[in-house]
């Protein structure tokens, strides 16, 4: 049998070396802890560097277009310019909306902008249509053959008399 003194000690080495184990067990996990929140850190870091980057190249491509005059960027002033797709006197089909029907009609001018200025079949002026299209072979000869068309006269019957 071990004296008291001794069994005293040993208990209180047994509670020294488990609370030992405790902190070596809380200091690793803590190690562990900070090496993972470094890592997050870093990994911030590198974000936030790289989104650093991208806003100094989109400074430098704001820099460019302010560089370009206004005329020459496309769609600054609300309307891209068009190139003229058409010419006066040529035969084309136009509407409003697209839920409206197609009227076919004549360039009659084109403005600076490349609009055409047309006038539908049967109307007695000229308008500036949202939508203009080249009117397809098809579509022109049937418009040829309405235009040729001329109105029925139906002949009475006339009786002998």
Known sequence: MLPCAMKAS???????????????????????????????????????????????????????????PKEERSGESGEEKRECEFVVGQRVRVRDETSDPWEVGTVQSLNEDGRASVRPDGW???????????????????SRRRKRRLPRISAARVSPS
Do not use: P, W
């Open 10 to 68: 040993l208990k209180n080495s047994k509670q020294l070396i488990k609370s030992l184990a405790t902190h070596v067990h809380q200091t690793r996990h803590r190690a562990l802890m900070a090496r993972g929140v470094n890592e997050r850190f870093e990994e911030i870091a590198q974000r936030r560097a790289e989104i650093r980057a991208l806003n100094d190249i989109a400074r430098e491509i704001a820099r460019r277009i302010d560089s370009i």
């Open 124 to 142: 007695d002026k000229c308008y500036h249509f949202r939508e203009t299209e080249l009117l397809r072979e098809k579509e022109k000869e049937e």
